[in-house]
């Protein structure tokens, strides 16, 4: 079986532009978290999407936003990029709404200059 | 925003060594995980601990859920160059309101590196 899939791998954006990152989960799965991991620290928590609708939202700013689509893939977007939004950004996939399951992939890693 | 505190930031050791590392919060958890995370990847999870006191054990691996449900520590035993990466601790925050039951909290790391 696939694990959680994301794309790009690796991504360069310009300050101000606008990125979208994709995250397909393991199959069977319907809850889809999101994360971003600056270097040298760990994953601090962005969003929750569980059966399409948003169940849990971090401290980030409203240029973040995601969505979840009935396929449970979701995607993450950014707006306005700015230098300190370059990170690893993870996604993690699990069964339910808890961490039973709790699974992440590979990431995208996201420059800004 | 909030992370756990984990100790020691970096180790380094010599194969076969015992290791131990811990994390705490100010924090009440309901859940603890360890992690490992190698370069360009995603971390992994090594072990889950669900109950204030419980022990459990993942071959080499031991992890124990403090009963204060604030802590919690990682062993590894006779440690092996592939044991070599970062690790994390993570908890899932006990809170009254929806969606945030479900995030995990980590702490910042513990790198492990082995002496050749």
């Known amino acids: 079986d696939a694990g959680v899939t994301q794309s790009p791998t690796h991504l360069i954006k310009t300050r101000g532009q606008h990125v979208t990152l994709r995250c397909s989960p393991i199959?069977?799965?319907?809850?889809v978290s999101w994360y971003q991991q600056v270097l040298g620290q760990g994953p601090q928590f962005i969003f929750q999407?569980?059966?399409?609708?948003?169940?849990g939202r971090g401290n980030f700013p409203d240029r973040f936003s995601a969505r979840q689509f009935p396929n449970y893939s979701s995607e993450l977007n950014v707006n306005a990029l700015l230098l300190g939004d370059s990170a690893l950004y993870l996604c993690?996939?699990?069964?339910?709404?808890?961490?039973?399951?709790?699974?992440f992939g590979s990431g995208t890693r996201l420059t800004v200059v | 925003g909030q992370q756990l505190n984990q100790s020691p930031q970096s180790m380094f050791i010599q194969e076969g060594e015992d290791v131990s590392m811990n994390c705490t919060s100010s924090?009440?958890?309901?859940?603890w995980l360890w992690y490992k995370q190698d370069p360009g990847e995603g971390p992994v999870l090594l072990i889950a601990?669900?109950?204030?006191?419980e022990l459990t054990s993942n071959g080499r691996l031991t992890a124990q859920f403090g009963i204060t449900r604030k802590d919690s520590f990682l062993n590894i035993s006779a440690s092996i160059p592939s044991d070599v990466g970062i690790y994390f601790c993570?908890?899932?925050?006990?809170?009254?309101?929806?969606?945030?039951?479900?995030?995990?909290?980590f702490g910042k790391g513990t790198l492990l590196t082995m002496n050749p």
């Open positions: 993690a996939s699990s069964l339910g709404q808890g961490v039973w399951g709790y699974t």
């Open positions: 199959s069977g799965h319907k809850s």
């Open positions: 999407y569980y059966e399409k609708e948003e169940r």
């Open positions: 924090s009440i958890f309901n859940t």
């Open positions: 601990l669900y109950k204030a006191g």
């Open positions: 993570a908890g899932q925050l006990l809170s009254g309101s929806g969606g945030s039951n479900y995030k995990l909290t």
